[in-house]
Structures are given as structure tokens and as C-alpha cells.
């Protein structure tokens, strides 16, 4: 079974640019998670979508926003673009959302802004 | 969500046991244990996951005392390729979803 799947995998946009990124979940899979991975802040968690849904949102500004798609597919957008936003963005799939579901990684996005 | 402390680093050798041990004093009721391992420039990957007792898999053993204020994931033998980040996480996955919060996690490296 293919894992899940970020494109692209990496980015150079500049300050005020606004970015979308992709991920495609395993199959099957119906809710996703993005997070945000800076040497300084660590993993922080952005958002979650289950069937279409955001279920669950972290502490971001509104520049950040998510969707996900009727086949499980989720996108990511940022908006005018800061340098503190380069990071490593990483999504994850699972099947649902009930406890000791496992959550599966993709490789991520690498997004440097300049 | 219960806070997790970690070490910050630990160093092993090739062939030895290594254990890393998690405090998390706030655990709730609900929540569930969950270890990732995270190689540079990759996601994080999960490893093991436990409510209470000792679970074991194929890549490792995760042992929670009766109070479940800590947890401690086994790695037997490992090898230069274990070495990585460790994450400890502790949530209620149903009530709070898919949103994991990880703490700094645990560097280790493998000597030969």
C-alpha cells in the first residue's frame, strides 16, 4: 500500500508570496493532520480533517489554512508568506479518529521563504 | 494535554538495550501512550503505543507502571540505525483527534 504522499516535497517562495502544499493520504485513510516542524519550535500541530471537516485547530494565525477534499486529499495555504514559515510542513493520515488510531507520516514539504 | 519530559540526548553503543524513560504526572484517564521515531529530514514514524502494563511489538517493548505517571520504551540491541529522535506523546486520541503534541523528544545515538 503506498504511504502518504506531499507534494512538493520542497519550496522556495519569497516574503508576502502566499503557498500551497498537497497531501495525498494513505488509502483509505479519512482524516488528516498537518504540523509544522522548525529547530526552534519543534513539531506543533496546525490543523486536523476528518470527512471534510476540521476537527481540530492549532494555535496559528489565520494565514494558515487547510481543506480537505471529498476523496480524503487534504491542502494546506499560507498566506503572505513570513521567513519565520520556513519549516519542514508534515502531514499525517489515519483511518478515524478513535483512540489508539495510528498516524502515519509523509515525508513532508521543506518551505523556505526568503 | 498531559506535558511530557524527556531527556534531552542519550548516547548508546551497538548491541545494548536502550531505554528512555517519559514522565507525564498529568495523565488523564483516557489517555494513551504513543512513541515516534523521527529519522532528519523525514516524518515522524510511529513505534509503539500502550494504555497501562507492558506492550511489546516487533521493533520494541513499552512498560507503564500501575500509576501511569511515566513510560519507558525498550529498545533491544540496537544498531547505528536507531539512532534518531524519540517522541513521547500522551493524549486522549478520541476527544482531541489526531492532534499530537510532541515534546522535544530524545536524541539518541548509536556508537559502534
Known amino acids: 500500500k503506498a504511504g502518504v504522499t506531499q507534494t512538493p516535497r520542497y519550496l522556495i517562495k519569497t516574503r508576502g508570496q502566499q503557498v500551497t502544499l498537497s497531501c495525498s493520504p494513505i488509502s483509505g485513510h479519512r482524516s488528516v493532520s498537518w504540523y509544522q516542524q522548525t529547530p526552534g519550535q519543534g513539531l506543533q500541530f496546525l490543523f486536523e480533517?476528518?470527512?471534510?471537516?476540521?476537527?481540530n485547530k492549532g494555535n496559528f494565525p489565520g494565514r494558515f489554512s487547510g481543506r480537505q477534499f471529498s476523496n480524503s486529499r487534504s491542502e494546506m495555504n499560507v498566506s503572505t508568506l513570513e521567513l519565520g514559515d520556513s519549516a519542514l510542513y508534515l502531514c499525517a493520515s489515519s483511518l478515524s479518529i478513535t483512540a489508539n488510531n495510528e498516524q502515519f507520516f509523509g515525508p513532508g514539504t521543506r518551505l523556505t521563504v526568503l | 494535554l498531559a506535558k511530557t519530559t524527556q531527556p534531552i540526548s542519550m548516547d548508546s553503543y551497538e548491541g545494548q538495550e536502550v531505554n528512555i524513560t517519559c514522565s507525564h504526572n498529568?495523565?488523564?484517564?483516557?489517555?494513551?501512550i504513543t512513541w515516534y521515531q523521527q529519522f532528519p529530514s523525514q516524518g515522524p514514524r510511529f513505534i509503539i503505543q500502550?494504555?497501562?502494563t507492558k506492550v511489546t511489538n516487533e521493533v520494541a517493548s513499552l512498560f507503564i507502571p500501575a500509576d501511569r505517571k511515566s513510560s519507558t520504551l525498550s529498545l533491544p540491541r540496537v544498531s547505528l540505525s536507531d539512532t534518531a529522535v524519540y517522541y513521547c506523546?500522551?493524549?486522549?486520541?478520541?476527544?482531541?483527534?489526531?492532534?499530537?503534541?510532541f515534546g522535544g523528544g530524545t536524541r539518541l545515538m548509536v556508537k559502534p
Open positions: 480533517y476528518f470527512s471534510e471537516t476540521q476537527r
Open positions: 498529568n495523565i488523564a484517564t483516557n489517555d494513551y
Open positions: 506523546l500522551v493524549g486522549d486520541r478520541y476527544n482531541a483527534g489526531n492532534m499530537l503534541t
Open positions: 500502550g494504555y497501562k
